[in-house]
């Protein structure tokens, strides 16, 4: 998982595995975090936007299935319609990334961490602004798996936002 995030951010496997182990605040404020956050083509993502919800409503509803059967994630959302709007609001800057943190602090790491890939390969299905979207997937990634606790603690049947 640490190795598809440097892919997606231009980071060393190393800094994937540092930035992980920051406090969710501490994370936002690196300069290595500031910097990918500075990089991601808004624009793009923007343009882009049409064709990603496509996917997502089309393949959100397998993820879903899988976090529900494989992982035990309940409850899980009947439709991705949610999923779409956070992924708006969170990388189109309309709110806040630590919200974002609290509404999956639940899942626990060790859920989070199974998640992400599959997460992210979501957007491989895009024609445009695949390797943005996948960049911007993986920096949320990153944030929720910093601000997750232990996998001793999350609870992986914690509701979904």
Partial sequence: MDELLCKHLGISVQEVAILRTLDPASLLLTPLVRR???????????????????????????????????????????????????????????????????LHRGLGSMVLMQATPRFIHLFDALTFGRAEWQRAAALLCLALLAGAPPPDQGDARAMLP
């Fill in 36 to 102: 990918i956050i500075d990089s991601i083509n808004f624009p793009l993502l923007r343009a882009s936007l049409p064709q990603a919800q496509d996917v997502l409503k089309r393949d959100l509803p397998d993820f879903y299935t899988w976090l529900a059967h494989d992982l035990n994630v309940a409850p899980i959302p009947t439709t991705p319609d949610h999923a779409i709007e956070w992924i708006e609001d969170f990388l189109l800057d309309r709110r806040s990334i630590p919200e974002l943190i609290t």
